[in-house]
Nanobody, 126 residues
Framework: QVQLVESGGGLVQAGGSLRLSCVSSGRDLSTYVMGWFRRPPGKEREFVAAIKWSDDYTYFADSVQGRFTISRDNAKNSVYLQMNSLKPEDTAIYYC???????????????????WGQGTQVTVSS
């Protein structure tokens, strides 16, 4: 059984930084992708970033490109989302997810992921 546990959310002022962490257990990630999605208040869940475990190829939503980075630690089965220059519109519940890598297109779609964490709240004040 796959388990994903996020941590690192919190309250930060606009322009600040946060680092989210996600620890995975119960799955060999070598052919998988790990991603971050978020659900802003009153909105649908949206793609943020993803990393392909086999070659570290990364994907970003246009809204976070240049501000967020994603990385992984193979030894710890962990993925990290470094969020810089945060804006109030980044306020959301952030979810870690994992799924089999099929294509770059599908990596940005939540239906490509079969396991999800419980989410961590990120609030950016203006």
């Amino acid at each position: 059984q796959v388990q994903l546990v996020e941590s690192g959310g919190g309250l930060v002022q606009a322009g600040g930084s946060l680092r989210l962490s996600c620890v995975s257990s119960g799955r060999d990630l070598s052919t998988y992708v790990m991603g971050w999605f978020r659900r802003p208040p009153g909105k649908e869940r949206e793609f943020v970033a993803a990393i392909k475990w086999s070659d570290d190829y990364t994907y970003f939503a246009d809204s976070v490109q240049g501000r967020f980075t994603i990385s992984r630690d193979n030894a710890k089965n962990s993925v990290y989302l470094q969020m810089n220059s945060l804006k109030p519109e980044d306020t959301a519940i952030y979810y870690c997810a994992t799924g089999l890598f099929i294509s770059s297109y599908r990596t940005r779609e939540d239906y490509a992921y079969d396991s999800w964490g419980q989410g961590t709240q990120v609030t950016v004040s203006s």
